[in-house]
């Protein structure tokens, strides 16, 4: 499998992923459908939260992303500015939000946003909450991988950026360079695990032994641990759901036992489903899936200035 398939594969694997957990969103895990009767569309009889949402429609973590990458190709680098005001847009107009329709906003992001819009800096933004921890900058950050040419260290520092604008607690920058640094490694198709731990060594090399950020990593995120996964929206359980999930065999079968977690279904699948997508290629997501996802046409243009910047 080339570089290009893993490419699409990483960008409309998460599209799709955060598509497919959208239905299921804010259910507990012992009320969701079997694993085998999770899908695009819900089983009979289940009432998804966000009602009168059409089945196939990515939420809040696909436009952002997407918001992200567009961003990214614009500018030629990370521009916070750039892509603060894209978050805005799509909060408050609906940029690359399906129909321009905004119906899933966190509440730490749509503080951050608030502030944005009354003129504090993307740099300072994300600090709303000193203490959030929430997933809302990485559900988003996987185009920053898929685009990036720089060496790791580059990598890392922007990770560290981009979720300054809404989520700036260390916890959050670490969690993101971390799976940039997994994501790059899977690109370069090393297996999924390996490409894990060496994620992890590289940011420790990274950090030194005696920094903020090191310290977090060890104390906090916690790489060598075991993972849990309790389907909620703090960034680390994320991590961990996307660790487990991972160890299914398919594209399809990673983003249903995603959303078998429960809650964050779509942030946990689509941070499991970017990778998967990478993993697989584009030909490993299901073609009735992808069939299915509406606002194909919207992003097809982007992905593809993607897949040309990094063929070029």
Known sequence: ??????????????????????????????HLPPLGQIDLVPPRGFQPWHVGVPHGTWSDDGAQALCLADSLLAKGRLDLEDFANRLIAWHDHGLWAVDGRVFDVGNQTRD?????????????????????????ALMRVLPLALWHRG????????????????????????CCALYCLWARRMLAGMDTDDAYMEAVRTLRRHYGSASEY????????????????????????????????????????????????????DTNAAVAGGLAGIRHGL??????????????????????????????
């Open 1 to 30: 499998m080339d570089v290009l398939s893993r490419i699409r594969g990483g960008l409309w694997g998460l599209l799709v992923a955060d598509a497919v957990g959208v239905p299921y969103e804010f259910h507990a895990m012992d």
């Open 112 to 136: 951050a946003i608030s502030r944005l819009r009354a003129g504090e800096s993307p740099e300072r933004a994300g600090f709303v909450h000193p203490e959030g921890k929430g997933n809302g």
């Open 151 to 174: 060496l790791d260290e580059e990598l890392i520092a922007d990770a560290h950026r981009q979720s300054l604008v809404t989520h700036g607690h260390v916890t959050n920058q670490v």
């Open 214 to 265: 090191r310290t977090d990593l060890e104390n906090t995120v916690r790489p060598d641990d075991a993972p849990v996964a309790d389907g909620s929206g703090y960034v680390v359980a994320t991590l961990h759901a996307a660790r487990l999930a991972l160890r299914e065999s398919s594209y399809e079968m990673v983003v249903k036992r995603a959303i078998s977690f429960g809650i964050d279904t």
């Open 283 to 312: 030909e490993g997501i299901p073609l009735r899936w992808l069939e299915g996802l509406r606002g194909k046409e919207m992003a097809e243009p982007l992905v593809e200035r993607l897949v040309g910047w990094s063929a070029g």
